[in-house]
T-cell receptor, first 113, second 115 residues
Framework: DAMVIQNPRYQVTQFGKPVTLSCSQT?????MYWYQQKSSQAPKLLFH???????NEADTPDNFQSRRPNTSFCFLDIRSPGLGDAAMYLC????????????FGPGTRLTVL | GENVEQHPSTLSVQEGDSAVIKCTYS??????FPWYKQELGKRPQLIID?????GEKKDQRIAVTLNKTAKHFSLHITETQPEDSAVYFC??????????????FGQGTTLQVKP
């Protein structure tokens, strides 16, 4: 009965080699968020979708892109990963913007070699 | 932009003692304040939240208080147990979030409960 699923849980990539992280949800929520979390830090919002409407945070690097082909799935594409992009990437969902709880997925731990 | 300050950054208590974590926020229009618990290598999980029309909320050993005038809110854990050891994040959401549901997180508090 997993609600927010992320795949893979661990991803190793090489410097500059594109990588795609996946998130899916069974909650039928309108909003999906992508966060980057580095060690001992709070989650940092990269962008979010309300349905198909995309909103990029002002300080999210162009290297990060996202796609949401349908309600259930959302992808994070890192076009040219750098060493500084190694982090935990968390997907979260909420029913609406002001509905309350954001449900987090288990995260994908990205390692860049 | 909106800012949330969280203190202390680390907290160590003996099992059975109480733990208090405090947060202050800058946007007076903030109206929703969740607390998340994150165990090592796991997802953040909501443990309690409070809205701006309420001053206090309790759930068993956990309580949250909100002082809108002072713009601060606190997490109280009573009768702490070793399994309470984790990183706790406060967050705030309000008008400065541009009606996007964006949560502004505090820096986190690492709570260690010693048996």
């Amino acid at each position: 009965d997993a609600m927010v699923i992320q795949n893979p849980r661990y991803q190793v990539t090489q410097f500059g080699k594109p990588v795609t992280l996946s998130c899916s949800q069974t909650l039928n929520h309108n909003v999906m968020y992508w966060y980057q979390q580095k060690s001992s830090q709070a989650p940092k919002l990269l962008f979010h979708y309300y349905d198909k409407d995309f909103n990029n945070e002002a300080d999210t690097p162009d290297n990060f892109q996202s796609r949401r082909p349908n309600t259930s799935f959302c992808f994070l594409d890192i076009r040219s990963p750098g060493l500084g992009d190694a982090a935990m990437y968390l997907c979260a969902t909420s029913r609406d913007f002001n509905s309350g709880e954001q449900f987090f997925g288990p995260g994908t731990r990205l390692t860049v070699l | 932009g909106e800012n949330v300050e969280q203190h202390p950054s680390t907290l160590s208590v003996q099992e059975g003692d109480s733990a208090v974590i405090k947060c202050t926020y800058s946007d007076s229009a903030s109206n929703y304040f969740p607390w998340y618990k994150q165990e090592l290598g796991k997802r953040p999980q909501l443990i309690i939240d409070i809205r701006s029309n309420v001053g206090e909320k309790k759930d068993q050993r956990i309580a949250v208080t909100l002082n809108k005038t002072a713009k601060h809110f606190s997490l109280h854990i009573t009768e702490t147990q070793p399994e309470d050891s984790a990183v706790y994040f406060c967050a705030a959401r309000g008008e400065a979030s541009g009606n996007t549901g964006k949560l502004i997180f505090g820096q986190g508090t690492t709570l260690q409960v010693k048996p």
